[in-house]
Nanobody, 127 residues
Framework: QVQLVESGGGLVQAGGSLRLSCAAS????????MGWFRQAPGKEREFVAA????????DYADSVKGRFAITRVNAKNTVYLQVNSLKPEDTAVYYC????????????????????WGQGTQVTVSS
């Protein structure tokens, strides 16, 4: 069983920054591709960023490219999402997720390919 525990969300003003963290436990983290998704009220969960098992490749949604950065430290079983230049439209619950099954160690934008999910952390950006 894999557990993903998120932290770092909060209330910030437009233009502010946060660093979201996701700590993994239960199974081997270093061979799992990881991603961040977000969900606003009344909307479907959408892709934000992903990182390969090695950390060598990343992928970002167009809406966050240049503002957000996903990183991982496998020795700490942790993936991060640095969110900068925040806008009100970034307001959402942010979830981390991992691909642990099959030979899928690379990045994916498809939420259905992810096997485990964190509880989510709220990011609220005021205007």
């Amino acid at each position: 069983q894999v557990q993903l525990v998120e932290s770092g969300g909060g209330l910030v003003q437009a233009g502010g920054s946060l660093r979201l963290s996701c700590a993994a436990s239960g199974r081997t983290f270093s061979r799992a591709a990881m991603g961040w998704f977000r969900q606003a009220p009344g909307k479907e969960r959408e892709f934000v960023a992903a990182i390969s098992w090695s950390g060598g490749s990343t992928d970002y949604a167009d809406s966050v490219k240049g503002r957000f950065a996903i990183t991982r430290v496998n020795a700490k079983n942790t993936v991060y999402l640095q969110v900068n230049s925040l806008k009100p439209e970034d307001t959402a619950v942010y979830y981390c997720a991992g691909i642990y099954s099959g030979p899928f160690y690379y990045t994916s934008r498809n939420r259905h390919e992810y096997d485990y999910w964190g509880q989510g952390t709220q990011v609220t950006v005021s205007s």
